[in-house]
Nanobody, 128 residues
């Protein structure tokens, strides 16, 4: 069953911006820590950013700090990732993820093994 659906991916030139969205159908959306992961061809899926189930605290992988902003709107059951100053190395399939009662720090620490639900992914292509 699909509980998370990403959108907003596409082709963009280096230095450009994209805003990814993840629409959730989870019954208690606000009880889930949420995050974004990405996977480039031939590489492992990696943590990108996360946000607390409560409080709004966030966590980012070092390579995207200052360029990406994760946010959530629980009333709309939507997770966002604003991506600015995109680089070719950001090219990947981006997945949203949910973990019940997870903090941002915990989701970043445990990585893919700690995820309860995954979206199917949205492709981001950054050209040089």
């Amino acid at each position: 069953q699909v509980f998370l659906t990403e959108s907003g991916g596409g082709l963009v030139q280096a230095g450009g911006s994209l805003r990814l969205s993840c629409s959730g159908s989870l019954r208690a959306f606000d009880r889930y820590g949420l995050g974004w992961f990405r996977q480039a061809p031939g590489k492992e899926r990696e943590f990108v950013a996360s946000i607390n189930w409560a409080g709004g605290d966030t966590e980012y992988i070092d390579s995207v700090k200052g360029r990406f902003i994760i946010s959530r709107d629980d009333a709309e059951k939507t997770l966002y990732l604003q991506m600015d100053s995109l680089k070719p190395e950001d090219t990947a399939v981006y997945y949203c993820a949910a973990k019940m009662f997870s903090t941002a720090q915990a989701m970043g620490r445990v990585g893919v093994d700690g995820v309860d639900y995954w979206g199917a992914g949205t492709l981001v292509n950054v050209s040089s």
